[in-house]
């Protein structure tokens, strides 16, 4: 058997699977296919989905060297790792003869692992350096954002990436404590926060900056944006995108992306004013959500939903949006 030194995946510490069976259904897995999982983290979905594909070929994307270890114990022949951001989607598959693929997985979410491991600063529990980078060889810190931001600038990414209430309140509050001591840990942060939390939602409070200074970090909108785009030129017609999102702003640019091909949720028209066809159709036009047995044992997984679409045919006389 080809995967037979494959690691399980689904048992790793490092990230446990969100709605795994969903995933592997609506992929509508062909045991000779072409798929790719472009958030690989620990390798849960991607072992589970290599078992089903024997004569098939995967392609795991993560940008995480973690991730990219964690990769190394793989054995499997029809397995390639590539270290890179998903938003190179195209260019990876391309150069690795691997397009056009049939299948595209991708699990938003940052594993386990990550929000557990305190080095990597994205815990609100943990103390560690403030970093919060998916790849920590290159780009801009949390602790650059927090100190060196303008108070426009934070006000902005509160605004937009926390959807914290009175976000100017919170930037002026950030620069007045920087100004006596640079933040550079997790903890420093917490504390500099925790007097503007709303009574009884502190953690609530406290998640909302932290997600939005990570997304900052790592341009996470602007990745998903530029993955969105591609995933249309690189499935055949009739291959699945299934994408998991675990917060409204990653979930609402997939579910306009698929409903409209833009990220404005706009239908485009020609010159005559009808309605260019979309090269991607919804599946489910409400998202799927995790059962209650699986919230129950994994708590992380509650915020999920999934979107599924398919890669249809262009019609003859109609183009796709361009």
Same mark, same amino acid.
């Given at each position: 058997?080809?995967?037979?030194?494959?690691?399980?995946?689904?048992?790793?510490?490092?990230?446990?699977?969100?709605?795994?069976?969903?995933?592997?259904?609506?992929?509508?897995?062909?045991?000779?296919?072409?798929?790719?999982?472009?958030?690989?983290?620990?390798?849960?979905?991607?072992?589970?989905?290599?078992?089903?594909?024997?004569?098939?070929?995967?392609?795991?994307?993560?940008?995480?060297?973690?991730?990219?270890?964690?990769?190394?114990?793989?054995?499997?022949?029809?397995?390639?790792?590539?270290?890179?951001?998903?938003?190179?989607?195209?260019?990876?598959?391309?150069?690795?003869?691997?397009? $056009?693929?049939?299948?595209?997985?991708?699990?938003?979410?940052?594993?386990?692992?990550?929000?557990?491991?305190?080095?990597?600063?994205?815990?609100?529990?943990?103390?560690?350096?403030?970093?919060?980078?998916?790849?920590? %060889?290159?780009?801009?810190?949390?602790?650059?954002?927090?100190?060196?931001?303008?108070?426009? !600038?934070?006000?902005?990414?509160?605004?937009?990436?926390?959807?914290?209430?009175? @976000?100017?309140?919170? +930037?002026?509050?950030?620069?007045?404590?920087? %100004?006596?001591? @640079?933040?550079?840990?997790?903890?420093?942060?917490? !504390?500099?926060?925790?007097?503007?939390?709303?009574?009884?939602?502190?953690?609530?409070?406290?998640?909302?900056?932290?997600?939005?200074?990570?997304?900052?970090?790592?341009?996470?909108?602007?990745?998903?944006?530029?993955?969105?785009?591609?995933? +249309?030129?690189?499935?055949?017609?009739?291959?699945?995108?299934?994408?998991?999102?675990?917060?409204?702003?990653?979930?609402?640019?997939?579910?306009?992306?698929?409903?409209?091909?833009?990220?404005?949720?706009?239908?485009?028209?020609?010159?005559?004013?009808?309605?260019?066809?979309?090269?991607?159709?919804?599946?489910?036009?409400?998202?799927?959500?995790?059962?209650?047995?699986?919230?129950?044992?994994?708590?992380?997984?509650?915020?999920?939903?999934?979107?599924?679409?398919?890669?249809?045919?262009?019609?003859?006389?109609?183009?796709? $949006?361009?």
């Amino acid at each position: 058997m080809a995967n037979a030194d494959m690691p399980s995946g689904q048992d790793q510490p490092y990230h446990r699977p969100v709605m795994l069976q969903e995933c592997l259904r609506e992929l509508h897995l062909q045991p000779s296919g072409t798929y790719v999982d472009v958030t690989f983290g620990g390798g849960g979905h991607s072992a589970a989905m290599l078992r089903q594909l024997p004569q098939g070929k995967l392609v795991g994307f993560d940008q995480d060297g973690d991730a990219y270890q964690n990769s190394l114990a793989w054995q499997a022949p029809n397995f390639q790792f590539v270290r890179a951001n998903f938003r190179h989607l195209e260019r990876y598959l391309d150069s690795l003869d691997a397009l $056009p693929v049939d299948g595209i997985l991708a699990d938003l979410g940052i594993s386990s692992w990550q929000i557990d491991e305190p080095s990597k600063g994205f815990s609100i529990r943990h103390d560690g350096p403030l970093d919060m980078r998916m790849n920590n %060889a290159s780009g801009i810190s949390a602790e650059e954002v927090v100190n060196t931001y303008s108070p426009e !600038e934070l006000v902005r990414i509160f605004r937009e990436y926390g959807e914290v209430p009175n @976000p100017r309140r919170l +930037a002026q509050h950030l620069v007045a404590e920087r %100004a006596r001591r @640079p933040i550079t840990t997790t903890l420093h942060l917490r !504390e500099a926060l925790w007097p503007l939390a709303p009574r009884k939602a502190e953690y609530k409070f406290l998640a909302q900056v932290f997600q939005a200074i990570r997304i900052e970090v790592n341009d996470e909108l602007g990745a998903l944006k530029e993955m969105l785009l591609q995933t +249309a030129k690189v499935l055949r017609p009739g291959g699945r995108l299934v994408v998991l999102t675990y917060h409204s702003l990653e979930d609402r640019l997939v579910k306009d992306f698929i409903a409209s091909g833009n990220f404005e949720g706009t239908l485009a028209k020609d010159i005559y004013g009808n309605t260019l066809n979309l090269p991607l159709e919804a599946v489910n036009k409400k998202p799927m959500a995790p059962t209650l047995a699986e919230i129950e044992a994994n708590p992380r997984a509650r915020s999920a939903k999934m979107r599924v679409a398919v890669r249809v045919q262009e019609r003859l006389g109609k183009a796709f $949006p361009v």
